[in-house]
């Protein structure tokens, strides 16, 4: 069967080809240079300008090899298509992220797949994790010293995460040392916010038993804003971001006492 993404068509001009673009994005979720290059008959180099001046636009968001959906005040993109944004970035945060844990601690990992990279750079120490991600839990059984408590509850097809009020009421009674997550949007106004409520319940629930929380943001989170807030930048215990942040945010963030790490 022909790949609909990929079948040659006549070379047509640039701000139609934009468009149809974001037609594709609209219906696939994601798309990549290769194919592009072959559906309208140009250079890989000039697909690669068309999503650049898209993402300027703030249509989308380009990834290693393609591009998703921008949906900065709508839902989620579904996990297998988050997993391709920022891409390098979650990477290096979650290798730095993973070199926090200590032997003996319990920790907590949200269902965002910068934790899905910490997992996966996570080092085979005896210690607890509590999460309510399938992907991260599946990820963490390769480590033999590591102690899995996977929450349970309704499960959210997109993040591959259970949520709900029987998430909430197994946490009752535990306690966490840190707590690794991240967020759709942050900023110092209106802090760390997510698209939803059952999420930000739930990392409610696993912020009021911990010690620490430690925030894995990359920059393309900063001054995004989402429809539920979840707590104060000012609350986190440390910051991990990479390094394409704005200078002038670093300064601010420094002057607030927000202790803030910046990884390459």
Known sequence: MENNTSRRVETIPGNDRKKEILNLLEELGVVRVSDMSKRFGVTEETIRRDLERLENEGSLLRTHGGAVLNRKEGPELPVLQRELVQAEE??????????????????????????LQMAKHFPNKEVTVITYSIPIAYELIKKSNVQIFLIGGYLDRHSLGNTGTPAEKMLEGYHVDKFFFSCQGFDLQRGISEPYEAHVQLKKSIVSISDHLVLLADSSK???????????????????????MPVEALKEMESSDINVVVVN
Not at 101 to 112: H, K, Q, T
Not at 222 to 244: A, H, P, Y
């Open 90 to 115: 979650k990477r290096s945060i979650g290798e730095y992220a993973a070199s926090l844990v200590m032997d003996g601690e319990v920790i907590a990992l949200d269902a965002s797949t910068t934790c």
């Open 222 to 244: 900063f001054q995004r804003k989402s429809l539920v807030r979840l707590i104060g930048l000012e609350e986190v215990s440390m910051l991990v971001t990479d390094n394409n």
